[in-house]
């Protein structure tokens, strides 16, 4: 972004922009870059946020980054343009990330700014927070206004807008803080402007971008936002890092809806609290991760057993056990799509994006439905909490799709009704308890038609093969990957999830060599679709990027028999994301002819 | 009318105290007018698991252990039906036992039986954690009951005895009303011996109290319940009859669900729900 012109000459014009604001935990001071992400939004810019917290109440090393783009922002990336350290932690934790040329605003209150491993040219500047610092104020809210100024300064970002925006995000707070904190940024203005930063001139120059309105969320509220729109109206969970935030968001608008969000006192409650709400007809979801949904998975082998619609949300994060609470990872591939006891028909979708994830938890709901299967979407912690601009489709347009509910007042008509009845497609009519002609037993043991316990042989095929139809039945409804590149490329790059943001970053990083690869991201992982089998036999090298040690995704894709001899597996597991540099040297150790 | 399927025959051993309980529930609901598809029974693993197979009502056959956040979340989802967990003390104290303890503790409005007969009948005869401390080399049995009066949210708990089967019969029915009026969570535990791998019937003779038997006795008056009790308990007796009988703050009271206003029961079609997404989704605009 910083071809390395000084300020003296003129501006960089922002075509994208790498932000990161860090310091100790708990230091309200990392929403600064919710204030700069909003304004840049203003501009017409797309945003990405992401954060990166230590799993402690308070304390720690903490950051908080935005990227923003005059395109959509598929990542968080990894250079940084300028940074604002609060204090030396971060500047040995992310200062070597700040690009040549970059700039660093830094707290300077207590010490002054260490240079080692920054890169050449990057401009530090110096602004004591501490001596600014007001005692009877919030100074977390102080810091922010005051480093708001400053960045805004440097950015170039007209004045009153600035201010708009501030009173934007400060809106509930009482007036005289709202003073206090427009007088911190007039401190702000006043330091920028002694570092050179006044008058007009600026480190860069925003481009005024049509702006469109643009929703800003993450994947987790995306997916519930998802979900209740499809008609949820029951929701149980139990808290677990990254997943909660599912519950939280539901918790602020099922309610009004007539819905019900209910903390359990453990996911074995959680999904059966889930299949006794699912038996009355409620669309019903829950959500956890790893640790949860290891506990819930006999429930949800009941689910597939008594047919019974729920939609389980993973927000995967670093295993094993209790793993890295706050990490990303994609370690629970096999617990999704093989982990319960038994074989039982379900699906897995895996969004990547936050417009993904409300479509996903949509689709799922009405998947669940419409087959009488549980529905896994999985997501991991990077698509589960990373915050980017997208376009919520238009609500007016949304439908639902109930299949083979049977809704009528009296019951199903007709001289009988069986609710596991044999059917071509294995989807057997239902009816919900309250209606008076279609009385059923509903149960995870085998059973006859009429729901009562036969073991014999005959019926156990029967039963088996007819819950196994319903997977075929709804084949041609789970989404299907994303492609781009170069389709004709040899070389064929496969990730889901947070791998495919690098993907796309990694892609742009290739065309700037010209070079290229053809990409495949899935969006179901579970059944594997043969459009995935497809692309891989018609390319003579495959990588398989995942974030895992064991390689689950390259399993899977082999036991689903994609040919092995051609397929490289490219893992990470150090609970980082890649970045496309990172790609591209491990692909080139590999021996990727890229 | 639609043919439905039939209720089967119970298909316990001869003798199985399960009989009596499901005489008195059969009864209980049929005295209390329940409509057969308004009442949705969700029984537990065990012997006593399959209890709903031998009702005339929909039937739900949970998980070991999860009767209760079963029940909970059909109950909570729609407050129109009349929903009844059954399983057995294994069932519902040991593999289930912490969903009881937070049933107490929330109030959801719905019957719980628990049909205690000391032992796991249907994986053949190892003990419960209700077994008598002679099978157990000592270990003190658990008390359901006093563990409920322990909860202060707890609203309705009665013991019977299948032996006595009318007034189980009654005290479910008292369960009945009491979850139908959405006064919250009814339970009722049986003592309903298993024949065959520990026959009990001989020893309750003079073991159980009927405090319903003494006028003076206050089933509101949750003080006064847990001493009687536990005074019982050290003279090696069990108390019988309904032991609790309150008000409280419900499950359904506090999530605002009613039979007017159940998540089952809401219209779902987008098209009828348009203002209040679009208001959600301007909510996240930036
Ligand atoms: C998760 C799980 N663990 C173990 C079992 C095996 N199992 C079936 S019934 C039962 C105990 C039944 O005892 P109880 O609940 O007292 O009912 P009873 O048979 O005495 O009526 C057990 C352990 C199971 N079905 N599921
Ligand atoms: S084994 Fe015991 S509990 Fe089971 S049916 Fe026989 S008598 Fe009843």
Not at chain 1, 539 to 560: C, D, P, Y
Not at chain 2, 79 to 105: C, E, M, Q, R, T
Request: charged share 20%.
């Amino acid at each position: 972004m910083n071809d390395g012109m000084m300020m003296a000459s003129q501006p960089q014009i922002m075509e994208s922009l790498c932000v990161a604001v860090a310091g100790q935990g708990g230091d309200g001071s990392l929403t600064l870059v919710t204030l700069i992400a909003r304004a840049l939004a203003d501009y017409g810019y797309h945003i990405y946020e992401s954060r990166n917290v230590a799993s402690r109440i308070k304390g720690g090393h903490a950051a908080a980054f935005l990227r923003a783009g005059v395109d959509p922002v598929p990542a968080q990336g990894h250079d940084l343009d300028l940074l604002i350290a609060f204090d030396v932690e971060a500047i040995e934790i992310l200062g070597p990330r700040v690009v040549e040329n970059g700039v660093i605003i830094f707290d300077s209150s207590s010490e002054p700014c260490p240079m080692g491993g920054l890169k050449t040219g990057v401009e530090i500047i110096d602004v004591p927070f501490g001596r600014y610092a007001v005692r009877e104020l919030r100074r977390d809210l102080y810091k922010n206004s005051l480093g708001y100024a400053v960045t805004c300064a440097i950015l170039g970002l007209k004045g009153d807008l600035v201010q708009a925006k501030m009173r934007e995000v400060y809106g509930r707070l009482p007036a005289n803080v709202i003073a206090a904190n427009l007088a911190a940024m007039e401190t702000g203005f006043q330091i920028a402007g002694d570092f050179g930063y006044r008058g007009g001139r600026s480190r860069w120059q925003p481009r005024t971008l049509s702006p469109t309105p643009k929703h800003h969320m993450t994947g987790n509220e995306a997916l519930a936002f998802g979900f209740l729109a499809a008609g949820g109206r029951f929701f149980a969970g139990y808290p677990i890092t990254p997943a909660t935030d599912i519950m939280e968001w539901l918790e602020k608008y099922l309610p009004d809806l007539g819905g019900v969000v209910i903390q359990a006192e453990d996911e074995l409650a959680s999904i059966n609290m889930a299949l006794g709400a699912a038996m009355t007809g409620t669309r019903t979801m829950t959500a956890s991760s790893g640790p949860g949904i290891a506990l819930m998975t006999e429930g949800i082998s009941q689910a597939g057993s008594a047919e019974l619609p729920v939609v389980i949300v993973n927000c995967q994060r670093a295993g094993p056990s209790t793993g890295m609470p706050t990490k990303p990872e994609q370690s629970d591939i096999g617990l999704m799509t093989q982990g319960a006891n038994g074989d039982f028909p379900h699906v897995v979708l895996c969004p990547a994006t936050p417009g993904e994830c409300f479509e996903a938890g949509r689709l799922a709901t009405d998947i669940a439905e419409i087959a009488q299967i549980p529905v896994f979407v999985a997501l991991d912690q990077v698509v589960a909490q990373d915050r980017a601009s997208f376009t919520l489709p238009h609500m007016g347009s949304l439908t639902i799709n109930r299949g083979k509910r049977l809704a009528g007042p009296k019951g199903p008509g007709g001289p009988e009704y069986r609710r596991y009845q044999l059917t071509d497609d294995g989807i057997s009519p239902w009816t919900i308890p309250g209606t008076p002609e279609g009385m059923s037993l509903v149960t995870g043991n085998e059973r006859n038609e009429w729901g009562h316990v036969d073991t014999g042989p005959e019926n156990r095929r029967r039963m088996m093969d007819k819950r196994a139809r319903k997977l075929e039945t709804i084949s041609a409804m789970l989404p299907i990957a994303v492609n781009w590149g170069d389709a004709s490329s040899d070389i064929g790059i496969i990730g889901v999830g947070m791998e495919r943001g690098v993907m796309r970053d990694l892609t742009s990083l290739l065309a700037r060599q010209n070079k290229s690869a053809a990409f495949h991201s899935p969006r179901t992982l579970w059944p594997v679709l043969p459009e995935t089998l497809e692309f891989i036999a018609g390319k003579s090298r495959v990588f398989v990027i995942e974030h895992n040690r064991e390689g689950q995704l390259f399993r899977l894709l082999g036991g689903a028999l994609a040919s092995r001899s051609h397929m490289t597996n490219i893992t990470r597991y150090d609970g980082r994301a890649f970045s496309p540099e990172d790609l591209v040297r491990r692909l080139h150790e590999e021996g990727a002819d890229l | 009318m639609t043919l439905t399927f039939k209720p089967k025959a119970p298909i316990w051993c001869a003798g199985c105290g399960h009989f009596g309980v499901h005489t008195a529930l059969t009864h209980a609901l049929k005295a209390a007018h329940v409509p057969a598809h308004e009442a949705l029974i969700i029984a537990g693993i065990g012997c006593s698991g399959s209890i709903q197979n031998n009702l005339n009502a929909y039937g739900y056959h949970a998980l070991h252990g999860r009767v209760l956040p079963t029940a909970t979340g059909a109950a909570l989802a729609n407050p129109n039906l009349l929903v009844i967990g059954a399983g057995g003390d294994g069932d519902g104290y040991a593999i289930g036992g912490g969903h009881l303890l937070h049933s107490f503790k929330r109030n959801p409005s719905l019957v719980y039986i628990v049909m205690n007969n000391g032992v796991y009948g249907l994986t053949k005869g190892q003990n419960s954690p209700t077994a008598g401390a002679a099978l157990t080399n000592g270990e003190a049995p658990l008390d359901a009951v006093q563990l409920g009066l322990s909860v202060s949210g707890s609203t309705f708990i009665a013991r019977g005895f299948v032996g006595w089967w009318d007034q189980l019969a009654t005290l479910i029915g008292e369960g009945i009303q009491h979850a139908r009026a959405h006064c919250g969570f009814a339970f009722i535990e049986a003592i309903s011996p298993c024949v065959t791998y520990n026959d009990t019937y001989p020893e309750w003779d003079g073991k159980l109290a009927d405090i319903s038997r003494d006028e003076a006795y206050d089933p509101t008056d949750r003080v006064q319940a847990m001493s009687r009790v536990m005074r019982l308990s050290e003279q090696g007796k069990l108390a019988v009859g309904k032991i609790l009988h309150t008000t409280g703050s419900t499950l359904d009271q506090r999530h605002n669900v009613s039979a007017q206003r159940a998540p089952a029961l809401q219209d779902v079609l987008p098209a009828n729900n348009v203002s209040t997404y679009e208001a959600i989704a301007r909510d996240h605009l930036v």
